[in-house]
């Protein structure tokens, strides 16, 4: 299988958002993505991870993300799979409704979900057992 791999863990504090979008940005270069591409995919990447902070781990003190890549070189394709192991999702159906937010009154527009659909092909997302997973795919075209 002519795939790549990686794995990136990082605490949950706001200011590795930019560090774990800029890696992945980096890593999903090697299938010589268009910038828009490379743009779309640290963007949705960008939500994820602010979510995992913001709404999982809700700025507790201590916290880790693990983020985990696999480039598919035969399909032209990146899995990002971001994992935090907060608070969870009480209704994953819910959560990923536009304007669905679990922070009112904040500057918080319960739209990441819907970014990450907007840029990825493919989004999913499972919580259950102490663990919140969203699995990002996006295509080269």
């Known amino acids: 299988m002519n795939t790549n791999k990686m794995?990136?863990?990082?605490?949950?504090?706001?200011?590795?958002?930019?560090?774990?979008?800029?890696?992945?940005?980096?890593?999903f270069s090697q299938l010589n993505p268009t910038i828009e591409q490379i743009e779309d995919l640290k963007t949705a990447v960008s939500e994820a991870v602010t979510n995992c902070i913001v709404h999982g781990y809700q700025g507790a003190q201590e916290g880790k993300i693990e983020i985990k890549c696999m480039l598919d070189f035969a399909n032209s394709f990146i899995q990002v799979q971001i994992v935090d192991y907060g608070k969870g999702i009480d209704d994953v159906h819910q959560a990923?409704?536009?304007?669905?937010?679990?922070?009112?009154g904040e500057e918080r527009s319960g739209m990441g979900f819907t970014v990450m659909q907007a840029f990825c092909e493919k989004v999913e997302v499972a919580s259950g057992n102490g663990c919140t997973s969203v699995l990002l795919q996006k295509y080269i075209k």
């Open 7 to 27: 794995i990136l863990t990082i605490e949950a504090k706001s200011q590795n958002e930019s560090f774990a979008r800029s890696v992945v940005g980096a890593f």
């Open 96 to 104: 990923m409704q536009p304007f669905y937010t679990t922070v009112p």
